[in-house]
């Protein structure tokens, strides 16, 4: 049995359909994040899981028990989840003791009192009980915050873009230290964001959505190397596609001469594979193109933006189509220049040329 579970799941306001037919399966333990563009339905669908939505067609089910559908909805409080939210939403004139132990107030005093002190441990901030939010770090916050959402051991946890207000820089650790937390504690949890490296760092599996549908729910790995449509591609890193005609199961032709693959290549959707001599347009990735000043290939660079370590280059081959390539940030071009390339491509993701 699932710990939660959606089947055809839709959801509207007013006329306009936001939810679209959703299916998802969680199983206890694991932690899923929804990953999509703005509007396309993430915070929408977590609020119906959480109870805060209606929805107007299928059913969402935890631990096996039907809490909404059509004509039925468990009250938001009755179903055992734990919330965390983008502002953290903690009680500003409670400390941080006491804020955990907010959902937990029922709870005799000493086990309370234990309960609180175990998840300070969990959560690395031992020794701030007393403290209030304003005297804490924004990451000391989200942690405090997670703290309370475990602390009466809820079936499922969600969690709403929780790192949007941290930093950049911090955001991927503490995503990692979340997860972390997450699994010490053995807790099931949804998280909705928009960063693709936040919900890598975060997710078992991860769903990606557009316009209310789910395109795919699949493992990080999945999703990067195997994406379903070329909005998946598109979405979950970067790349460009090229035309290229499949010559046998593992070579394809492209511009850049023939590139050959390490496994059969597979056609993205239905995961047959592609069939010789058909055309399909062919996903490069970044790290697809290398830089090599001894190959004969050359690209016009057209956009470089400097990452520290590498510059993504943004290069126009002979055709006018562009690729990009990732390269150690010694090698600093300048826009206009020609510089050798070379395809060096583990896995090949084709695409049926419409
Ligand atoms: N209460 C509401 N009434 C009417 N329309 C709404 C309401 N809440 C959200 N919507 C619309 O539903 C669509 C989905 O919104 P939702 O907040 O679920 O998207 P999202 O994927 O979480 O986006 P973001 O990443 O920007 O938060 C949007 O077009 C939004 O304008």
């Not at 009980?129 to 005297?135: F, K, L, S, V």
């Not at 930093?167 to 699994?183: C, G, N, W």
């Not at 592609?274 to 399909?280: F, G, P």
């Not at 520290?308 to 290069?315: C, E, F, P, R, S």
Request: with cysteine; aromatic share 6%; proline share 4%.
């Amino acid at each position: 049995m699932f710990r939660l579970e959606l089947k055809a799941v839709v959801q509207r306001y007013g006329a306009r359909t936001v939810v679209n037919g959703v299916d998802l399966s969680l199983a206890a333990g694991r932690i899923a994040c929804l990953l999509g563009p703005s509007g396309c339905g993430k915070t929408t669908l977590l609020r119906c899981i959480a109870g805060f939505e209606p929805i107007a067609g299928g059913e969402i089910c935890i631990d096996g028990k039907r809490v909404s559908a059509p004509d039925h909805r468990v009250a938001a409080e009755a179903r055992q989840i734990g919330m965390v939210f983008q502002d953290y939403a903690l009680f500003p004139h409670l400390d941080v003791s006491r804020n955990i132990a907010f959902g937990i107030r029922a709870l005799p005093a000493e086990a309370r009192a234990a309960r609180v002190a175990e998840l300070l441990q969990l959560v690395g901030l031992q020794g701030y009980g007393a403290a209030y939010p304003h005297e804490l770090s924004g990451g000391q916050q989200q942690r405090v915050a997670l703290a309370r959402a475990l602390a009466p051991r809820p079936q499922l946890v969600l969690l709403d873009e929780p790192f949007s207000s941290l930093d950049v820089d911090l955001r991927e650790r503490i995503a990692a230290e979340v997860r972390d937390i997450l699994k010490r504690e053995g807790a099931t949890a949804l998280l909705v964001t928009h960063d693709q490296h936040e919900a890598f760092a975060m997710a078992d599996e991860v769903g990606v959505m557009a316009e209310g549908t789910l395109r795919q729910w699949d493992t990080p790995y999945n999703i990067y190397h195997r994406p379903r449509d070329r909005f998946v591609a598109d979405f979950v890193g970067q790349g460009a596609f090229l035309p290229g005609r499949v010559v046998d199961a593992r070579s394809v032709d492209i511009e850049l001469g023939r590139l050959r693959a390490a496994e059969p290549i597979v056609c993205s959707r239905d995961g047959a594979l592609c069939e010789i001599d058909s055309q399909v347009d062919l996903l490069l990735r970044p790290d697809d193109v290398v830089h090599d000043d001894a190959s004969d290939l050359r690209a016009e660079v057209v956009q470089k933006a400097f990452r520290g370590a590498d510059i993504l280059y943004t290069l126009r081959l002979a055709s006018g189509r562009e690729v990009l390539s990732l390269v150690p940030s010694h090698h600093n071009h300048a826009l206009g220049e020609l510089i050798g390339i070379r395809l060096d491509a583990d896995h090949v993701i084709a695409f049926r040329s419409d």
